[in-house]
């Protein structure tokens, strides 16, 4: 399996060019640019509609220096899988590996359907969810992926509510429940260990999926300098686990030699910002830090016990 | 406008897009505290962080929107931010 290594400097490739109109300390438009910088050139992406495609594509200008297409909301693993079909078809499949960047509405709500037909169908494609909790593009809307107390403009904070109440749906395992032989998790907190999954999941033979986190500072609410540092804080607390499974088995696990408390991260972001002043907050916390105590018990993420 | 078949645009166009003017605080960085780890390439979302063996690192200003995560990630304390001004 490849490794990526980031030479920095003047090397860099560039592929995700500047002029894109993602918010100043975009999370998103830090992981793209890795994940190109890491792909290199021979790559087809598929995005639906959501804010990479939003902010990368106003015609007739693109910020990609990769072939790019545009699906609808909910089909890129469909749109992916035809292009990987077609290439095959004509015999042309060394030419390009097949790539789809997804968000989280597109990729847990409205498109788990065509994600589940790819992977059941064995696709040689790499799918990449990033995650950044909602549905940033049309105004910070509850998606599945929203986590437990955060609060969005459906599931807002108020009198009678500590915002979203379900919990994160378990990408990673319905993925891996598919037979996907490469899965893993990543933080664009972690842009070299993020690099080094991409190539990972692109050099795999068959359907790859890798769900990232990126922060989106205008949704979360914190200041746009501290895009990396709250990403990174949501693994050190434990509510972002790093980990790879390789043909069904958990491997390379980031162990944490001391796992921070969920208000370390909790505190840093405006959507958290009524559990520290509501009456009940507290309770919603400690709920919080069960979540992150059941990741360090199944990940095994405490380096010492 | 005229829309050609597709929609197909041409690669890296957006680059005419001079997000510049966004800013309200730009970095400067202190050449003698850069330990040249790169995080400030690595994490800059608007690839306006570059380097050469000559001038060390330096800022795109034509695209810099002044978000902070280059000085916020410098592991040398050597970027910093200050208001524009114009
Ligand atoms: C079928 C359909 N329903 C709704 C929309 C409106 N819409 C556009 S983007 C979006 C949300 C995207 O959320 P996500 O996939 O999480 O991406 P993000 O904007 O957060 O990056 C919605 C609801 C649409 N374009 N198509
Ligand atoms: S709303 Fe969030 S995800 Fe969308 S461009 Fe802005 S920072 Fe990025
Ligand atoms: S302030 Fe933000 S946009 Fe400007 S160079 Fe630093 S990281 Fe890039
Ligand atoms: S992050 Fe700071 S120390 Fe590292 S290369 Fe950039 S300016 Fe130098
Ligand atoms: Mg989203």
């Given at each position: 399996?490849?490794v990526?290594?980031?030479?920095?400097g003047?090397?860099?490739?560039?592929?995700?060019?500047?002029?894109?109109?993602?918010?100043?300390?975009?999370?998103m438009?830090?992981?793209?640019?890795?994940?190109?910088e890491?792909?290199?050139?021979?790559?087809?992406?598929?995005s639906?509609?959501?804010?990479?495609?939003?902010?990368?594509?106003?015609?007739?200008e693109?910020?990609?220096r990769?072939?790019?297409?545009h699906?609808?909301?909910?089909?890129?693993?469909?749109?992916?899988s035809?292009?990987?079909?077609?290439?095959?078809?004509?015999?042309?499949?060394?030419?390009?590996?097949?790539?789809?960047?997804?968000?989280?509405?597109?990729?847990?709500?409205?498109?788990?359907?065509?994600?589940?037909g790819?992977?059941?169908?064995?696709?040689?494609?790499?799918?990449?969810?990033?995650?950044?909790?909602?549905?940033?593009?049309?105004?910070?809307?509850?998606?599945?992926?929203?986590?437990?107390?955060?609060?969005?403009?459906?599931?807002?904070?108020?009198?009678?509510?500590?915002?979203?109440?379900?919990?994160k749906?378990?990408?990673?395992s319905?993925?891996?429940?598919?037979?996907?032989?490469?899965?893993?998790?990543?933080s664009?907190?972690?842009?070299?260990?993020?690099m080094?999954?991409v190539?990972?999941?692109?050099?795999?033979?068959?359907?790859?999926?890798i769900?990232l986190h990126?922060?989106?500072?205008?949704?979360?609410?914190?200041?746009?300098?501290?895009t990396?540092?709250?990403s990174?804080l949501?693994v050190?607390?434990g509510?972002?686990?790093?980990?790879?499974?390789?043909?069904?088995?958990?491997?390379d696990?980031?162990?944490?030699?001391?796992r921070?408390?969920?208000?370390?991260?909790?505190?840093?972001?405006?959507?958290?910002?009524?559990?520290?002043?509501?009456?009940?907050?507290?309770?919603?916390?400690?709920?919080?830090?069960?979540?992150?105590?059941?990741?360090?018990?199944?990940?095994?993420l405490?380096?010492?016990? | 406008?005229?829309?050609?078949?597709?929609?197909?645009?041409?690669?890296?166009?957006?680059?005419?897009n001079r997000?510049?003017?966004?800013?309200?605080?730009?970095?400067?960085?202190?050449?003698?505290?850069?330990?040249r780890c790169?995080?400030?390439?690595?994490?800059?979302?608007?690839?306006?962080?570059?380097?050469?063996?000559?001038?060390?690192?330096?800022?795109?200003?034509?695209?810099?929107?002044?978000?902070?995560?280059?000085?916020?990630?410098?592991s040398?304390?050597?970027?910093?931010?200050?208001?524009?001004?114009?």
């Open positions: 399996m490849g990526y290594r980031f030479e920095g003047d090397t860099v490739k560039n592929l995700f060019v500047s002029g894109h109109r993602a918010c100043a300390g975009c999370g438009a830090i992981a793209v640019k890795l994940i190109l890491a792909a290199g050139e021979d790559v087809i992406v598929v639906p509609t959501g804010c990479l495609e939003i902010v990368s594509s106003p015609y007739p693109t910020s990609w990769v072939p790019w297409i699906s609808l909301f909910e089909n890129a693993a469909s749109v992916a035809g292009i990987e079909a077609g290439l095959k078809a004509l015999g042309r499949k060394h030419e390009a590996k097949v790539l789809a960047i997804a968000g989280d509405g597109a990729t847990a709500d409205i498109g788990m359907g065509p994600l589940s790819m992977f059941e169908r064995g696709h040689d494609i790499t799918y990449i969810c990033y995650d950044n909790e909602a549905y940033m593009n049309t105004g910070v809307q509850r998606s599945s992926m929203t986590p437990p107390g955060a609060s969005a403009t459906t599931s807002p904070a108020g009198k009678v509510s500590f915002g979203e109440i379900h919990p749906k378990d990408l990673a319905i993925a891996v429940a598919h037979g996907v032989g490469y899965v893993a998790t990543a664009v907190g972690y842009g070299l260990d993020l080094r999954k190539r990972r999941a692109i050099d795999h033979d068959g359907p790859s999926f769900h990126t922060s989106c500072c205008t949704g979360w609410r914190h200041p746009s300098s501290k990396i540092e709250i990174r949501a050190l607390t509510l972002w686990p790093l980990y790879e499974v390789v043909d069904g088995e958990i491997t696990v980031k162990r944490l030699p001391k921070l408390p969920v208000e370390d991260y909790l505190k840093t972001q405006g959507r958290f910002s009524h559990l520290f002043r509501m009456e009940g907050g507290e309770e919603i916390i400690r709920r919080i830090q069960a979540i992150a105590d059941a990741n360090a018990e199944r990940f095994g405490d380096l010492e016990g | 406008m005229k829309l050609r078949i597709g929609a197909i645009a041409d690669p890296g166009t957006s680059i005419v997000t510049g003017g966004w800013r309200s605080e730009k970095p400067l960085i202190d050449h003698s505290l850069c330990i790169f995080n400030c390439i690595l994490y800059c979302p608007d690839s306006a962080v570059k380097y050469s063996e000559k001038e060390g690192i330096y800022f795109d200003y034509d695209f810099c929107k002044g978000c902070g995560i280059c000085a916020n990630e410098c040398g304390r050597a970027i910093y931010m200050v208001m524009e001004e114009k």
